[in-house]
Nanobody, 129 residues
Framework: QLQFVESGGGLVQPGGSLRLSCAAS????????IAWFRQVPGKEREGVSC???????????NYADSVKGRFTISRDDAKNTVYLQMNILKPEDTARYYC???????????????????WGQGTQVTVSS
């Protein structure tokens, strides 16, 4: 059974950094595309970034325009973990962040939650002074 545990969230001041981790179990991470989404209560889930599989695809990445140049997604298949490095954080980045998986490929558009078949429980990120 595919499972995820997200970690690394917390409270940070504007301009600060956090690194989120998505640790997978029950499957070989290298075969899956992994995406990060975020959601604020009362709003739709928003796609942040995705990295395609390293086995069967090319490990390519995509990002939402709102995070380009500030966030970096990466994967360490040996550790079965995907990371989201978040720099220059803004109050509008405050949300619960989720990782999600789909076999091999990211969705064509980063903001397509229906593409992904497996989801974690999320980790809260709060950016505030």
């Amino acid at each position: 059974q595919l499972q995820f545990v997200e970690s690394g969230g917390g409270l940070v001041q504007p301009g600060g950094s956090l690194r989120l981790s998505c640790a997978a179990s029950g499957f070989t991470l290298g075969h899956y595309a992994i995406a990060w989404f975020r959601q604020v209560p009362g709003k739709e889930r928003e796609g942040v970034s995705c990295i395609s599989s390293s086995e069967g695809s090319d490990g390519s990445t995509n990002y939402a325009d709102s995070v380009k140049g500030r966030f970096t997604i990466s994967r360490d298949d040996a550790k079965n973990t995907v990371y989201l490095q978040m720099n220059i954080l803004k109050p509008e980045d405050t949300a619960r962040y989720y990782c999600a998986a789909q076999y091999l490929y990211c969705s064509a558009y980063v903001d397509t939650p229906s593409w992904y078949t497996h989801w974690g429980q999320g980790t809260q990120v709060t950016v505030s002074s």
